[in-house]
């Protein structure tokens, strides 16, 4: 499996952006999709997941209410919209594919190459 993300970039702090993150291989549709960061300095950290129904999804609290995350297993892309943006977010977000997870404790098997999301104050 190969993911490819993109959508990161510069932004003051208020904006929004979108990250999308494409897969290859033929078992999107049956897995499970998150999004973790690394803010610089810091261990990788949880963002989002959702599950390969689509019916359950989890947050960090952190950006919980000003994320979502959500799929489209017709293009085999997860996205991860993200409003109100803060200097706290700036991090590298990594797209994550397949594994497992209890509520927010997801154990991806694939990750993306990362996308770097910078937000000014």
């Known amino acids: 499996v190969q993911l490819q993300a993109s959508g990161g970039g510069r932004m003051q702090a208020g904006g929004s952006l979108r990250l999308s993150c494409t897969a290859s291989?033929?078992?999107?549709?049956?897995?499970?999709l998150g999004w973790f960061r690394q803010a610089p300095g810091k261990e990788r950290e949880f963002v989002a997941i959702i599950s390969f129904g689509g019916r359950n999804t989890y947050y960090a609290d952190s950006v919980k209410g000003r994320f979502t995350i959500s799929r489209d297993n017709t293009k085999n892309t997860i996205f991860l919209q993200m409003n109100s943006l803060e200097p706290e977010d700036t991090a590298v977000y990594y797209c994550?594919?397949?594994?497992?997870?209890?509520?927010?404790?997801?154990?991806?098997?694939?990750w993306g190459q990362g996308t770097l999301v910078t937000v000014s104050s």
């Open positions: 994550a594919y397949g594994g497992a997870y209890s509520g927010r404790n997801y154990s991806p098997r694939y």
């Open positions: 291989g033929d078992t999107f549709n049956k897995s499970n």
